[in-house]
């Protein structure tokens, strides 16, 4: 049974930084891919950022150069490093993580419904 736990979250101010954890429990960590996702008030959950088993990464266009995705399969954990950070960054940021063995292992998976697992979520919020 996969588990997720994200912690990191806080009150920060714009142009601050804060970082993420997402800590899995149960599965191969090495083997899966890995997402961030989050979700304002009133919005649909979106993607931010994923990575894939070989370390291939991909960011959605506002959090490019701000954003930087990591993984640490020594420590079943990922991280979102968040830089320059707006008050549009204020959400609920979840993670999320499944196996992809059948795809290749630069495969990153960019919508909700490819992941099985996700984290409770953790609030950032952003204060101008």
């Known amino acids: 049974q996969v588990q997720l736990v994200e912690s990191g979250g806080g009150l920060v101010q714009v142009g601050d930084s804060l970082r993420l954890s997402c800590a899995q429990s149960g599965g191969m960590f090495r083997l899966y891919s890995l997402g961030w996702f989050r979700q304002a008030p009133g919005k649909e959950r979106e993607f931010v950022t994923a990575?894939?088993?070989?370390?291939?990464?991909d960011y959605t266009d506002s959090v490019k150069g701000r954003f930087t995705i990591s993984r640490d399969n020594a420590k079943n954990t990922m991280y979102l490093q968040m830089n320059s950070l707006k008050d549009e960054d204020t959400a609920v940021y979840y993670c999320?993580?499944?196996?992809?063995?059948?795809?290749?292992?630069?495969?990153?998976?960019?919508?909700?419904?490819?992941?099985?697992?996700w984290g409770q979520g953790t609030q950032v919020t952003v204060s101008s």
């Open positions: 999320a993580s499944d196996l992809f063995l059948s795809r290749g292992a630069e495969y990153i998976p960019r919508t909700r419904a490819e992941y099985d697992y």
């Open positions: 990575i894939s088993r070989s370390g291939m990464t």
